[in-house]
T-cell receptor, first 116, second 115 residues
Framework: DVKVTQSSRYLVKRTGEKVFLECVQD?????MFWYRQDPGLGLRLIYF???????EKGDIPEGYSVSREKKERFSLILESASTNQTSMYLC???????????????FGEGSRLTVL | AQSVTQLDSQVPVFEEAPVELRCNYSSSVSVYLFWYVQYPNQGLQLLLKYLSGSTLVKGINGFEAEFNKSQTSFHLRKPSVHISDTAEYFC?????????????FGKGTHLIIQP
């Protein structure tokens, strides 16, 4: 069974702290994504990566960075957490771009971050 | 800009009644369409998808959706809902075909089942 695993389901951090959210997939997918989810706003893309050491900005990259050192792992980093980054963070993966790939995403369980 | 519109943020329905959740997308040459469901405090899981062929697509848990190209819609339906269907439902579109830059999501519809 395919699986995307997010290391922390719930985190509470203080303003100014550095926060790492880890995501691992076991499907050998090339593409990985970080979304944040907020009530009434749906899912918004923060960053994505289509290969190791490659990254692309999504719609709301400000205040975030990412790291992809290995194909199966994609980390989201909040350099200095702020209260407006309190949110649900969802990691997803998909196959590499090709005629056979429909773009279907496979999601992790989510990481709910609270910044005090 | 590419967009997905879910017209209803909340839909209350009585148990065993039918339901339709609406989704419209901005037009493109070709699209792939998806509905995802999110149960409380969980990630998203695929409910169904339209890639090509028959415009009526059947998914898990008795849900189905119909692709209407002329109206650029992909509405989700279920003939009889259960309490366990209470969840957030997201419509999504792949415009790039290859999915390199992910999916474009609607803002979600919260389906509330009333006993």
């Amino acid at each position: 069974d395919v699986k995307v695993t997010q290391s922390s389901r719930y985190l509470v951090k203080r303003t100014g702290e550095k926060v790492f959210l880890e995501c691992v997939q076991d499907m050998d997918h090339e593409n990985m994504f970080w979304y944040r989810q907020d009530p009434g706003l749906g899912l918004r893309l923060i960053y994505f990566s289509y290969d190791v050491k490659m990254k692309e900005k999504g719609d709301i990259p400000e205040g975030y960075s990412v790291s992809r050192e290995k194909k199966e792992r994609f980390s989201l980093i909040l350099e200095s957490a702020s209260t407006n980054q309190t949110s649900m963070y969802l990691c997803a993966s998909s196959l590499s771009p090709s005629l056979l790939n429909t773009g279907e995403l496979f999601f992790g369980e989510g990481s709910r971050l609270t910044v005090l | 800009a590419q967009s997905v519109t879910q017209l209803d943020s909340q839909v209350p329905v009585f148990e065993e009644a039918p339901v339709e959740l609406r989704c419209n997308y901005s037009s493109s040459v070709s699209v792939y369409l998806f509905w995802y469901v999110q149960y409380p405090n969980q990630g998203l899981q695929l409910l169904l998808k339209y890639l090509s062929g028959s415009t009526l697509v059947k998914g898990i848990n008795g849900f189905e959706a119909e692709f209407n190209k002329s109206q650029t819609s992909f509405h989700l339906r279920k003939p009889s809902v259960h309490i366990s269907d209470t969840a957030e439902y997201f419509c999504a579109v792949s415009y790039s075909g290859g999915g390199a830059d992910g999916l474009t999501f609607g803002k979600g519809t919260h389906l509330i089942i009333q006993p």
